[in-house]
């Protein structure tokens, strides 16, 4: 005999899958929390207060559909995706000479420079909320579509990159002038 009432024990349970359109329905269930979203505001966290870091990137997220009518994350993930670098350089001192060595990053690596370059660079911008500043470098970099085609507030007036653009440039100039360093090693040590 079961200590549960009659009407749980004997009520069917329903499939986990199934075909047609309950399948799609079940299986598209978005995540609780964006994982970008939780990114950025651990990156804006100080001092313990998430809350705020939280409220902050609410209110970019709020701007940003201000600025283009549109939905925030997938322009959010547009700016990142663009303004991530897909390498680092590593310095390593032979002598007297500085070699530069081209690193790949991992796919969380490249998105946490991206967002870190991306609240960088709206910390350089001028305006009073962060927020604000925040949502018109994010617009800025997806509405920068090449030299002087767009004149977004992002670009600037002459034509030329975005700066948090600028930078990834010329990163991956310094590692292309440097790709026969890739895998280099010390005189006297072993490749493992």
Do not use: C
Request: proline share 8%.
């Amino acid at each position: 005999m079961s200590a549960l009432p009659p009407t749980v024990t004997s009520t069917p349970l329903a499939p986990v899958l199934t075909s047609g359109k309950a399948a799609s329905t079940i299986l598209n269930i978005p995540p609780a929390s964006d994982p970008l979203l939780a990114l950025l505001v651990s990156i804006l966290t100080t001092h313990g207060h998430r809350a705020r870091a939280a409220s902050m990137v609410s209110m970019a997220l709020h701007h940003i559909h201000a600025f283009t009518r549109a939905p925030p994350l997938p322009i959010l993930r547009a700016a990142v995706l663009r303004v991530s670098p897909a390498i680092k350089l590593q310095n390593i001192k032979q002598s007297t000479k500085r070699i530069v060595i081209p690193i790949a990053l991992s796919e969380r690596q490249r998105v946490k420079r991206g967002v870190k370059a991306l609240v960088d660079a709206s910390a350089l911008k001028a305006g009073e909320q962060w927020s604000i500043r925040f949502a018109r470098e994010v617009v800025g970099v997806v509405a920068w579509e090449g030299y002087g085609v767009v004149q977004e507030e992002g670009a600037k007036k002459d034509g030329s990159i975005p700066g948090v653009l600028d930078a990834k440039k010329r990163l991956h100039e310094e590692a292309m002038a440097n790709r026969a360093n890739v895998g280099w090693l010390p005189p006297g040590s072993r490749r493992r």
